[in-house]
């Protein structure tokens, strides 16, 4: 088998396992069993520990790939910046769902229930399935990590 051929097997190797985790990701929400309603309480009440569960792994996953893409074809200085840039931006979205949160929440409440802020915060982000902010924060930390380690290596002659 030529070296080319051999590439593109490894290539769809790889994404036919990336697709087979994405998938295995969403099936978790699937799964019987009562899981609880754990993220329930005076801040809220959220949907099945399945659900979210299944959501924000299917994001870890999704971003697993491009993430390897980037380390594997991007200088050391690119990698820092790019990884810079996603972790400041996740962290940017982490502050926003709780300025959001004191704007929204807090004045919609009754005072025993503002002692609950922090709860409230993470339980937001527990159900904002549809932003990856920790998974984006998480990626970009990943990504500076590994330009420092990059940068740390001596270099063999």
């Not at 996740?90 to 922090?118: E, I, K, T």
Request: hydrophobic share 55%; glycine share 10%.
């Amino acid at each position: 088998m030529s070296s080319n051929k051999k590439r593109l097997a490894a290539i769809i190797a790889g994404v036919g396992t990336w697709a087979a985790a994405l998938y295995g990701a969403l099936a978790i929400s699937q799964f019987h069993g009562d899981w609880g309603h754990g993220v329930c309480g005076p801040w809220g009440c959220g949907p099945p520990a399945q659900a979210l569960v299944s959501c924000h792994l299917f994001w870890v996953v999704l971003l697993v790939l491009p993430l390897c893409l980037v380390s594997a074809h991007s200088t050391t200085a690119s990698l820092r910046r790019i990884g810079l840039g996603l972790l400041l931006g996740g962290v940017f979205g982490l502050f926003a769902v709780a300025v959001w949160q004191a704007v929204v929440w807090l004045p919609a409440v009754q005072g025993w229930s503002r002692s609950y802020f922090l709860q409230r915060y993470l339980f937001t982000l527990a159900t904002l399935v549809e932003a990856p902010i920790a998974q984006i924060s998480l990626a970009g930390a990943v990504l500076w990590r590994i330009a420092r380690l990059r940068q740390d290596k001596p270099t063999a002659y």
